[in-house]
T-cell receptor
Framework: AQSVSQHNHHVILSEAASLELGCNYSYGGTVNLFWYVQYPGQHLQLLLKYFSGDPLVKGIKGFEAEFIKSKFSFNLRKPSVQWSDTAEYFCAVNANGKSTFGDGTTLTVKP | EAGVAQSPRYKIIEKRQSVAFWCNPISGHATLYWYQQILGQGPKLLIQFQNNGVVDDSQLPKDRFSAERLKGVDSTLKIQPAKLEDSAVYLC??????????????FGPGTRLTVL
């Protein structure tokens, strides 16, 4: 069965700091990879996705993620965070049409 | 484009009672998902429909949970009888496709269930 591991449960950063959130998955075949974000009081929404092609994908609000197949990883990055990036971030894998989510990372950005 | 609609937004019941949740996906989306999200955890897939057929219900506690998607559009999720451990947010999501390009999921606001 596929699984997703997010290494950091809670990350606290100051504004302008760089961000990297780890995501590793276990599945040997073809996968589609996603990062979703949930801002306080809002729905889960898509941040970015990878399904083929360039392994470096860019999403909304300056976020990007790199798919490294050999490491089964899809880490999320942002060079300079803002207070408005405070949210919960979920990594998700879709394989053979089945979706699995990680347990999420809560990001708190201090102004 | 209208988003995924869910109702009710909040529900408080006592254990052993029954409860039902409703979801209306985005128009044209073939795939509909129900997730259970317990506090501090990620969404856990309960059941997945492709049109009105079940694709995956391997994690649905079938002794107490049931779901249907009549006519391949709206869906209801029912719990009967509820247990304390069913307290969670129940999320509905939909996607255009089951896999590959176009299968990013659009989520509704969720229903927060509290079982006393």
């Amino acid at each position: 069965a596929q699984s997703v591991s997010q290494h950091n449960h809670h990350v606290i950063l100051s504004e302008a700091a760089s961000l990297e959130l780890g995501c590793n998955y276990s599945y040997g075949g073809t996968v589609n990879l996603f990062w979703y974000v949930q801002y306080p009081g809002q729905h889960l929404q898509l941040l970015l996705k990878y399904f083929s092609g360039d392994p470096l994908v860019k999403g909304i609000k300056g976020f990007e993620a790199e798919f490294i197949k050999s490491k089964f990883s899809f880490n999320l990055r942002k060079p300079s965070v803002q207070w408005s990036d405070t949210a919960e971030y979920f990594c998700a894998v879709n394989a053979n049409g089945k979706s699995t989510f990680g347990d999420g990372t809560t990001l708190t950005v201090k102004p | 484009e209208a988003g995924v609609a869910q109702s009710p937004r909040y529900k408080i019941i006592e254990k052993r009672q029954s409860v039902a949740f409703w979801c209306n996906p985005i128009s044209g989306h073939a795939t509909l998902y129900w997730y259970q999200q317990i506090l501090g955890q990620g969404p856990k897939l309960l059941i997945q429909f492709q049109n009105n057929g079940v694709v995956d219900d391997s994690q649905l506690p079938k002794d107490r949970f049931s779901a249907e998607r009549l006519k391949g559009v709206d869906s209801t999720l029912k719990i009967q009888p509820a247990k304390l451990e069913d307290s969670a947010v129940y999320l509905c999501a939909s996607s255009f496709r089951l896999a590959g390009a176009g299968n990013e999921q659009f989520f509704g606001p969720g229903t927060r269930l509290t079982v006393l």
